[in-house]
């Protein structure tokens, strides 16, 4: 079964940091671009971040630039979300994702919860 | 960035009948390839978004063939030709054309009268 397996979330304080990891599960993660996408409680989505299949480029919104990195490690088939200076408007469901520009394909995670709380 | 507007915000149906969800973009969505990237996802509540059209009109794997978008340069539709229990949920468009960002809109909540 082709899936991408989320863990890493909970609650951190203001200003603490937390690493996301999105592992693929019946598929190799190393031909595919992946993305986070996070939705905050009862909003819409936002996309967040996104790294190439061989790594070679990062993109990140404005609102999370600086502050989070995105990596992978194709060799285990995992997907990174480092998160520093966390922000209480950080709190969403991260979700990690791929999906093909031009053809029929696409994988959710199934969503992990980060609340940035004192 | 490219804002992305959709409308309505809430659309209540009733089942059977059909749905049909507007999204505007603030700048023209074709690339300089020729291509728009003009997708639509799906959230059901409770679950994980998917994708169900992209560039602007072909369907995902699985998705039925009641599911249809149109639309070109600023102006996109998505069309649930008779609505079904099962399209409860929320809509969006995004764009990935001009990025980075890859931006949605604000999301349309389907709902059954």
């Known amino acids: 079964q082709v899936q991408l397996v989320q863990s890493g979330g909970g609650v951190v304080q203001p200003g603490g940091s937390l690493r996301l990891s999105c592992a693929a599960s019946?598929?190799?993660?190393?031909?595919?671009?992946m993305h986070w996408v996070r939705q905050a409680p009862g909003k819409g989505l936002e996309w967040v971040a996104f790294?190439?299949?061989?790594?070679?480029?990062?993109y990140y919104a404005d609102s999370v630039k600086g502050r989070f990195t995105i990596s992978r490690d194709n060799s285990k088939d995992t997907l990174y979300l480092l998160m520093n200076s966390l922000r209480a408007d950080d709190t969403a469901v991260f979700y990690c994702?791929?999906?093909?520009?031009?053809?029929?394909?696409?994988?959710w995670g199934q969503g992990t919860m980060v609340t940035v709380s004192s | 960035d490219v804002v992305m507007t959709q409308s309505p915000l809430s659309l209540p149906v009733t089942l059977g009948q059909p749905a049909s969800i507007s999204c505007r973009s603030s700048?023209?969505?074709?690339?300089?390839?020729?291509?728009?990237?003009l997708n639509w996802f799906q959230q059901r509540p409770g679950q994980s978004p998917r994708r169900l059209i992209y560039?602007?009109?072909n369907r995902d794997s699985g998705v039925p063939d009641r599911f249809s978008g149109s639309g070109s340069g600023t102006d996109f539709t998505l069309k649930i030709s008779r609505v079904e229990a099962d399209d409860v949920g929320v809509y969006y468009c995004?764009?990935?054309?001009?990025?980075?960002?890859?931006?949605f809109g604000q999301g349309t909540k389907v709902e059954i009268k």
């Open positions: 019946g598929f190799s993660l190393n031909s595919y671009d």
């Open positions: 700048q023209s969505l074709v690339h300089s390839d020729g291509n728009t990237y």
């Open positions: 560039k602007v009109s």
């Open positions: 995004m764009q990935g054309t001009h990025w980075p960002p890859q931006t």
């Open positions: 790294i190439r299949s061989d790594g070679s480029d990062k």
């Open positions: 994702a791929t999906w093909y520009t031009s053809y029929a394909f696409d994988i």
